[in-house]
């Protein structure tokens, strides 16, 4: 007869790498901006607002704009997923908080009329130690953007803010990743699946023997 303990055994080490893998990627969020309408500041969309309470907050200068070809102002076809992104319309320059910190990397889909830069902080408000930082080339040589170039960058320790730079209104960010140097939501390679799919495998091969056995 087979024993519960060995249902339980087999049970948990067919799911562990599932929850492993759900586990890595709790810890990355991806900010798309959809569901801002044009030329609406940010600031706490994301930190209690309709965006969710994420723990994220944008310093005031931070726009949400809209594709033109969506009923918007922005001069692109669409972002790099939807038809939002965020652009700094009204000044040179804005900060990201995130109140719980991250750690890993940090990466976005961007689109520049002009250079930029942008830097990762240890502390809140663009404070305390550089750990990561970006320079931003020009992307756009005419009147439209065209496509979305995507960069990142990897660091040690804990941030807890972002300053991004740049000539107003020059340059366009989607996909803000915190979390990982890849933007985008982040999807288990084949390996992993295939790993998954072994111990299952193999945990109904074993529960076939012992219940022929028996």
């Given at each position: 007869?087979?024993?519960?303990?060995?249902?339980?055994?087999?049970?948990?080490?067919?799911?562990?790498?599932?929850?492993?893998?759900?586990?890595a990627?709790?810890?990355?969020?991806?900010l798309?901006?959809?569901?801002?309408?044009?030329?609406?500041?940010?600031?706490?969309?994301?930190n209690?607002?309709?965006g969710?309470?994420?723990?994220?907050?944008?310093l005031?200068?931070?726009?949400?704009?809209?594709?033109?070809?969506?009923g918007?102002?922005?001069?692109?076809?669409?972002?790099?997923?939807?038809?939002?992104v965020?652009?700094f319309?009204?000044?040179?320059s804005?900060?990201?908080?995130?109140?719980?910190?991250?750690?890993?990397?940090?990466?976005?889909y961007?689109?520049?009329?002009?250079?930029?830069?942008?830097?990762?902080?240890?502390g809140?408000?663009?404070?305390?130690?550089?750990?990561?930082?970006?320079?931003l080339?020009?992307?756009?040589?005419?009147?439209?953007?065209?496509?979305?170039?995507?960069?990142?960058?990897?660091?040690?320790?804990?941030?807890y803010?972002?300053?991004?730079?740049?000539?107003?209104?020059?340059?366009?960010?989607?996909?803000?990743?915190?979390?990982?140097?890849?933007?985008?939501?982040?999807?288990?390679?084949?390996?992993?699946?295939?790993?998954?799919?072994?111990?299952?495998?193999?945990?109904?091969?074993?529960?076939?023997?012992?219940?022929?056995?028996?």
């Amino acid at each position: 007869m087979i024993s519960f303990k060995f249902f339980r055994n087999v049970f948990i080490a067919a799911i562990l790498p599932i929850i492993c893998i759900s586990g890595a990627r709790a810890q990355v969020t991806v900010l798309s901006f959809e569901g801002l309408t044009d030329m609406t500041d940010v600031r706490d969309y994301y930190n209690g607002g309709a965006g969710g309470n994420l723990g994220i907050s944008f310093l005031t200068g931070a726009l949400a704009v809209v594709s033109d070809q969506s009923g918007g102002t922005g001069n692109f076809d669409a972002g790099s997923s939807g038809s939002n992104v965020i652009a700094f319309v009204n000044s040179q320059s804005a900060t990201m908080n995130v109140i719980s910190g991250f750690s890993t990397g940090f990466s976005f889909y961007y689109a520049a009329f002009g250079p930029g830069s942008v830097a990762v902080y240890s502390g809140p408000d663009a404070t305390g130690t550089v750990l990561g930082t970006f320079t931003l080339a020009r992307t756009v040589f005419g009147s439209r953007i065209l496509g979305w170039e995507m960069t990142g960058v990897s660091f040690a320790g804990t941030a807890y803010s972002v300053s991004f730079g740049g000539a107003a209104g020059s340059i366009g960010f989607d996909d803000i990743t915190i979390g990982s140097a890849t933007p985008g939501a982040p999807v288990p390679e084949p390996a992993t699946y295939a790993l998954v799919a072994g111990v299952m495998a193999l945990a109904g091969t074993v529960v076939w023997r012992r219940r022929a056995r028996a």
